[in-house]
Every structure is written in structure tokens, then in C-alpha cells.
């Protein structure tokens, strides 16, 4: 009885120290941009569409390195081995893919910009306000992939409190450029939309250069020289590509299908569209504590999964499910409660925009407790054991042959109501939340990824 509560007692108080650090960044990142989008829907509905048809395209581009960034997971193992030297060649070739990524990313949306903003955007006039926004914001494509690689590096490392200060400054510089910039204030011009594109883009290389000046400067475990980059062993290389191929595919087209979400909304109205892109960015602010629960559980599971502690990491998993399951009862309580409330926060957008908008928030609240299980056990337990070839097949199967389908044939065939629409698009969330359930109970994706690694890069090639 003793050790259950020391054991209870060390469970609770590791899991406070990363999810206190972790709710409060996810609370900078999404107040970011909610005053982002607040600044932005002054200028009317046609400048919301705009900003969200941009963000559809950077959110692949960001789930795609979220996929890549799965390399965190033998990053925590190796940390929880205490073999650094691994743990940074595995940094190096991650840090590495992203910026290749990015690059690529960076090359096609100039290029093709134009045809890739006609999907979303059906108005002509609006055409041109949009290649003007996304022309600046390709380049933060490449600054964020190199920021996000660090910061997500440091937060399997459980150094979350840095990226919480740089967030905190980022987004200061962030809200002061925007209403500069947006509404020519400050002794700035007046850009309008594209005011908002150069506040983001100038906060994002700030906040990178504060992180190279915390690492390098405090000689941090992620400090790691040029060489470095090509330092993992060939044959650890192709390990760790086989493990997260599935989630780079898994990101892939779950982020596409977001994206054709978007513009399936987009095809109903303009107001549908930005109906749908403020219903994400509220959405956001609800799942802050799961996010943060999320995290800690890939963190603590992988960390006794590394250490082939299989027992302590399973109890660690029942907890965290209790934890979501009655977290998002809470929450979904507060959000049927305030939703009516929530349209004051957008004064400036069309009644159409507001009375759709709080009727997708009593939706989402109803949904709220299998977004808080799937994010759990998903990004949180999954992931930490590397099951990334069961989350791609899930994906496959909720987003591509359940909810996009119904979506598409909501919008385009039967015309529906952006509300219909919406109900459509949680099928996803809910059957992946029964599959999720049962996956959870097998124990199937408790798994050691450094089993029988050895320390050093050099006797690695031994193998």
C-alpha cells in the first residue's frame, strides 16, 4: 500500500511538472492566434477566408513535420537510457528531414500559389489578397520548421519552460507588429491582411533566434555542430524512417483531408469557411489541458517503455484515460454553457458567421470527450511506443472512407447547413475513438524502440 502511494504520489507530481509548463504554452500559441484572428476579423469576413485558406495550407506542412517530429519518441528513449550521444545523432537527422521538408513545401506553394489558393477561395476579388498573404508566409515555411524541430526536441526532453518564455515573447512581438502593421498604428503602415503575414513572419524568426541563444549558449544537450546532421548510422537511420513513415503518411492525409474539410466549408459560402476556421481556433483554447495531458503521457510512457518498464508505463496509460474521460466531461459542460456567449468576441462578423458558429460549439462540446481520448491515446500513448502503422490504417479509415466522404456529399450533393456539415465531419472524431478504445485495451503498441541499442553511434554500425 505503502509503494502504490509513493508510486501515486511520483506518478502526480511528474505529470504536474509537464503539463503546467505545457497548458500554458498551448494557452500562449492558441491566445496568439485568437488575437491574431480577432485583429483580422475586423476587416470583415472575406479577410478571415483569406488568412484561413493560407492556414489549411501551412497546417499540412505543420502536420507533416509533427509526423517527422515522431522521431521524439526515440529521442525521450534514448534520453531515458541516458545515451546522448544517439540522442543527438537522432536530432540531427531529424532536424535535418524538417528543413528538406520545409524546403520542398517552401518551392511548390511558390510556385503553384495561385491554382492551390482557387480551391479554397471562390471569389476573385479576394484572389489576389490571398497570394499577396501567402507570398510572405511561405517563408515562414522554413523558420518555423527549424524553431518547431527544437522545440519539440526539448519538450521530449521535458524542457517545456523555454519553449513557454519564447512562445510568451514571440507572441508579444507578434501582437504588436499585427496591430502596427494591419491597422498602420505605431508609426507602421497600413498592410492590412498582408500586415498580419510580416507580424508572423518577423515573431517566428525572433523566437528561433531565442532558442539558438538558450541552446547554444547554455551548451544544452540539443547543441549539437554541423556534422552532427549526418552522424546517425545508416542502419539506425532506417530504423527510425520505417517507424515514422506510417505517421509521416498518417499526418499526411489526415492534414490533407483537413485540408479538403476547408474546402468542402468553403464551397457552401465564404461565411461557412470562416465559420469553420473560427469554430478550429475556439476549439483550440478548450483542448489546452488535453494537449498538455497528452504530452506528459508520451513523455512518462515513453520514457518507462525505454527503460522496459512495461507494467508502470500500462498503469500510466489507465490514468491518463481516466484523466481525459472525466476532464472532457468538464469541459464539454463549459463549452455548452458559454457558446451562446461567444459570438460577442467577433463583433464585426455577418450574423450568418455567429449563428452557425455557436451551434458548431454545442456540437463540438458533445463530441469533446473523444477529441480528449483520441488526443490522448493517439498523440500521448501511440506514439510514444512507435504504433504509427495502427494510427495510419485508423486514419485511413475515419477520415478517407467515413467522414470525408459523408462531408463532400453533405456540401456538394445535398447543400446542407454548415451546422449538418460539421455533424458529418465529427463522424471522424467518433469512430476514431472506437477504434482508439480498442486498440488502447490490446496493449499492442507497448513496445521498447532502444531495445538492445548500443551507446554509441560508431558501435552501431556493428549491428
Not at 494557452?27 to 488575437?35: G, M, R, T
Not at 510556385?111 to 482557387?118: C, V
Not at 456539415?421 to 478504445?437: H, M, N, Q, R, T
Request: aromatic share 12%.
Amino acid at each position: 500500500m505503502g509503494e502504490g502511494m509513493i508510486r501515486k504520489s511520483g506518478f502526480t507530481w511528474e505529470m504536474k511538472g509537464l503539463v503546467i509548463p505545457s497548458v500554458l504554452q498551448m494557452l500562449v500559441a492558441n491566445s496568439f492566434s485568437l488575437v491574431n484572428m480577432l485583429m483580422v476579423t475586423n476587416l470583415g469576413d472575406g479577410a478571415v477566408a483569406v488568412t484561413a485558406a493560407v492556414g489549411r495550407i501551412s497546417f499540412i506542412l505543420s502536420m507533416i513535420l509533427t509526423a517527422v517530429y515522431g522521431m521524439t519518441a526515440y529521442i525521450t528513449q534514448y534520453h531515458g537510457k541516458q545515451q546522448h550521444t544517439l540522442m543527438r545523432a537522432t536530432f540531427g537527422f531529424m532536424l535535418l528531414t524538417g528543413i528538406c521538408i520545409s524546403l520542398l513545401s517552401f518551392v511548390v506553394v511558390w510556385i503553384w500559389k495561385e491554382p492551390i489558393l482557387s480551391l479554397f477561395i471562390k471569389d476573385d476579388e479576394l484572389l489576389p489578397l490571398g497570394i499577396q498573404y501567402v507570398t510572405i508566409m511561405v517563408f515562414v515555411f522554413v523558420i518555423s520548421a527549424i524553431r518547431d524541430a527544437y522545440a519539440q526536441a526539448l519538450g521530449s526532453l521535458g524542457k517545456v519552460k523555454i519553449t513557454l518564455y519564447v512562445g510568451l515573447c514571440a507572441m508579444a512581438i507578434n501582437i504588436t507588429l499585427d496591430y502596427g502593421l494591419i491597422y498602420g498604428k505605431l508609426g507602421l503602415p497600413n498592410l492590412g491582411v498582408a500586415g498580419a503575414a510580416w507580424g508572423t513572419l518577423i515573431a517566428s524568426g525572433t523566437s528561433l533566434l531565442f532558442l539558438f541563444v538558450f541552446i547554444y549558449c547554455k551548451s544544452y544537450y540539443l547543441n549539437i555542430r554541423f556534422q552532427e546532421l549526418f552522424s546517425l548510422p545508416l542502419i539506425l537511420r532506417k530504423q527510425v524512417v520505417k517507424t515514422i513513415t506510417p505517421l509521416v503518411f498518417h499526418e499526411g492525409m489526415w492534414s490533407i483531408g483537413n485540408m479538403l474539410y476547408a474546402v468542402a466549408f468553403g464551397s457552401l459560402s465564404i461565411a461557412a469557411l470562416t465559420t469553420f476556421q473560427l469554430a478550429n481556433t475556439l476549439q483550440g483554447y478548450f483542448m489546452m489541458g488535453i494537449h498538455g495531458f497528452a504530452y506528459a503521457a508520451k513523455v512518462m510512457i515513453g520514457q518507462k517503455l525505454g527503460q522496459d518498464k512495461q507494467e508502470q508505463a500500462l498503469d500510466y496509460a489507465r490514468r491518463f484515460t481516466r484523466i481525459s474521460v472525466i476532464a472532457g466531461i468538464i469541459v464539454s459542460v463549459v463549452m455548452m454553457m458559454v457558446s451562446p456567449f461567444v459570438s460577442f468576441i467577433f463583433p464585426y462578423l455577418s450574423e450568418e458567421v455567429h449563428t452557425s458558429l455557436g451551434n458548431i460549439l454545442l456540437l463540438q462540446a458533445v463530441a469533446m470527450t473523444a477529441f480528449f481520448l483520441n488526443n490522448v491515446w493517439i498523440v500521448g500513448m501511440f506514439r510514444a511506443g512507435g504504433d504509427n502503422l495502427f494510427t495510419m490504417s485508423m486514419i485511413l479509415i475515419t477520415t478517407w472512407a467515413i467522414a470525408l466522404p459523408a462531408v463532400f456529399v453533405g456540401a456538394y450533393v445535398l447543400r446542407l447547413s454548415p451546422e449538418w456539415v460539421y455533424a458529418l465531419f465529427l463522424c471522424e472524431e467518433i469512430s476514431k475513438a472506437f477504434i482508439g478504445y480498442k486498440r488502447y485495451r490490446s496493449q499492442k503498441w507497448m513496445r521498447n524502440l532502444v531495445k538492445n541499442v548500443p551507446e554509441t553511434p560508431s558501435s552501431a554500425l556493428s549491428l
